[in-house]
């Protein structure tokens, strides 16, 4: 394996989306780390990667909610790897109900994980993404520009999340940093506890989500697509 050999730390990689972006990257040659909450979560994502690409993909144990867990999950990236290219921060979760209903401690999680677990990923990849003349990657949300009723929460991790990226994009862009901020409508992932079925197939796929990835780390350096919207062609 070539020391230039590109590589990435993906946010939340253990399944969904993050793990449809692991797949297109590690089948265009990129070294991949995914991380989840659960160790055996990354390991069982990390195996099933590896089958793509032996030895494209590594398992981290790390927890967006807290810095020095994310500046763990870079540090064993650069020791493993040597350098970090490409940070997809993707880890999220949604608690939807009346702002009657919804509980302090669902609120807390949902901004600690969405919008300050991304100020953390942030923090914590800035240095390498440096070094590498980088690109951070946001997964936001079309729910970061429409809101609706029972997403108090998730309406405001994800507006809060696009305003996040825009401004970080504008204060790394002459470190040769890149930021993107997707915005994806409904995708077929487990997200909410939901069982992605056929019923499913009107909606964007994960790996859909990792074609657009992939499209635009090839992209010329000169140019940035800095807000990406993404919607189902055909909403049921
Ligand atoms: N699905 C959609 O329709 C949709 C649409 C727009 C945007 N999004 C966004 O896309 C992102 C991915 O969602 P998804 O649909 O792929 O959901 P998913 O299938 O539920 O996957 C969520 C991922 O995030 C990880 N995660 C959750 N909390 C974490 C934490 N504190 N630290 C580290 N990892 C954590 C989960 O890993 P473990 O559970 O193993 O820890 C899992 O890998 C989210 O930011 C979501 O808001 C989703």
Do not use: C
Not at 15 to 29: C, F, H, N, Q, S
Not at 38 to 47: G, I, K, R, V
Request: charged share 20%.
């Amino acid at each position: 394996m070539a020391e230039s050999t590109k590589t990435a730390l993906i946010t939340g990689g253990s399944k969904g989306i993050g793990y449809g972006i692991a797949e297109a990257l590690i089948r265009d040659g990129i070294r991949v780390a995914v991380t989840s909450r659960s160790q055996q979560n990354a390991d069982e994502a990390a195996t099933a990667l590896n089958k793509v690409r032996e030895g494209y993909a590594l398992a981290i144990e790390s927890d967006v909610r807290s810095l020095a867990s994310q500046e763990q999950a870079v540090q064993i990236v650069l020791d493993k790897w040597g350098r970090l290219d490409y940070f997809i921060a993707n880890a999220g979760v949604g608690h939807f109900a009346p702002i009657q209903e919804l509980s302090a401690e669902h609120w807390q999680e949902t901004i600690d994980i969405n919008l300050t677990g991304v100020f953390f990923s942030a923090k914590a990849s800035i240095a390498a993404l440096t070094e590498s003349k980088g690109y951070f990657i946001n997964i936001a949300s079309l729910a970061g520009t429409n809101f609706f009723a029972n997403g108090t929460a998730y309406n405001a991790s994800k507006f809060g999340l696009v305003g996040f990226s825009q401004a970080m994009m504008l204060d790394v862009r002459n470190a040769g940093i890149k930021v993107t901020t997707i915005m994806p409508g409904s995708v077929a992932t487990e997200f909410n506890n939901h069982e992605p079925s056929e019923k499913d197939a009107w909606k964007i796929q994960p790996e859909d989500i990792g074609q657009i990835v992939s499209d635009l780390i090839k992209m010329p350096a000169r140019t940035l697509p800095s807000k990406i919207e993404v919607r189902p062609t055909t909403p049921k």
